[in-house]
């Protein structure tokens, strides 16, 4: 961990182990050798190597004595947190292998000032600093970091990052957390104009050479995540602000305008620009995870990675009626809810893994999200305030790294409040904390149109 975190304090760890049998639960769920399913195999491809990371603030600081039974009871013992991902020589496919679990290899809690000076940045740049890191696959590939340090929302933080091949975000959430008719012609319109849009991407339509567009090779360096309080529906908004002061700067520095000039409220956006995002959607008729099987060894719902995407298109520009942002995205995203996209690309993807392998089916995957230019992810939290243990949460958001693009928005809620975690590539995009500025600006001036002062 020192090479983690260098010039950090020292990391120690809590110091617990955990056996499992083989003939217990995991016997009857994850036999010696079970393959990880397409989806999961997925994940550890060049490109599609991704981890999920969550960060969450408490009112009261954390008791590692305390903590480590809760983390017993809904990690331990459940069979994916339990096991090994170990490559089969002879086919090359990763399986499920039961091993036991040493907390001490998981659990890590840094000796920390818990009244340090800049805590909040200390908190960003330690998950900025996790994901320059791989875990490594000798152990079950997840781990807990417990920061017991003030910032500015919470009196301490736990940070989880797990690797996307155990369990998709709205798993991974519902296993912490323990209308009407549409006319089928206009879906099939729909579905249809969505997959040929789809297979162009696949073959050759790329999004416009924008600021918020990585390079070749983005998905190998290390991400700066950025939480900020806005809602879904000033994206669009905030993008186009952020996008055309990013252009003027460019003007600006070879001298096409002055900095008078690039004050004014004008726009310097480039005509026609095309920017789409990867739009994952949860594709479970019900949320409800068991963290462990019944006693008959079934599930009430598969845990795992059961998600779809679609591909859609922000309209970038700037509008005179702030309103105007949140029209065009409704439109947008009435049509993709009104289509089979979604199903469409994780059944696809499930048959062009099977007839094809994983790793044609993961350059593909690649090279639709290097034509995108960002991706965007919703995970739903609880309404009502919870607790681990009279631990009282305060806040809760969560993120990825190692994916294709140099840019992830991801939403969740918690209460009544709604969160913004952007994952950026520093290359690209060097002013996330601008980016989460123009956000917040543009809901200001959404919610100034809708309620005046």
Known sequence: MDSILAGSPALKNVITRVETQKSGLLGRNIEDGQPLSPMAQLFHEPGSNLYIVAIMGFKTKLQPDIVKPILMHIFVKHPRFSSLQVEDKESGELKWIPTEVDLEKHVIVPDLDPNMDGADQFVEDYVSNLSKTNIVNSKPMWEIHLLNVKTSDAEAVLIYRIHHSIGDGMSLVALILLGGFVSALYVLWNTFVALFMFVLTALFLKDTETPLKGPPGVELKPRRITINDVVLGVTQAG??????????????????????????????????????????????????????????????????????????????????????YVRQAKAVIDRKKASLEPFFTYLFLKFFIKFFGIRAAGALSHKIFCNTTLWFSNVPGPREEISFHGHDMTFSACSCYGQPSALLIHVISYTDKISFVLSTEEDTIPDPHSLCDDLEESFKLIKAAVVPS
Do not use: C, H, M
């Not at 019944?294 to 509008?319: C, H, M, Q, S, W």
């Open 239 to 324: 993008l186009s602000r952020y996008l055309n002061r990013r252009y003027g700067e460019l003007q600006n520095n070879i001298g096409l305008i002055t900095d008078q000039e690039q004050k004014k409220s004008k726009s310097y956006l480039p005509k026609s620009i095309r920017l789409r995002a990867a739009f994952f959607f949860n594709l479970r008729a019900s949320t409800k995870i068991d963290a462990v099987p019944d006693e008959e060894g079934t599930e009430t719902a598969r845990f795992g990675n059961k998600i779809g995407y679609v591909i859609l298109p922000f309209k970038i520009g700037l509008r005179d009626d702030p309103l105007d």
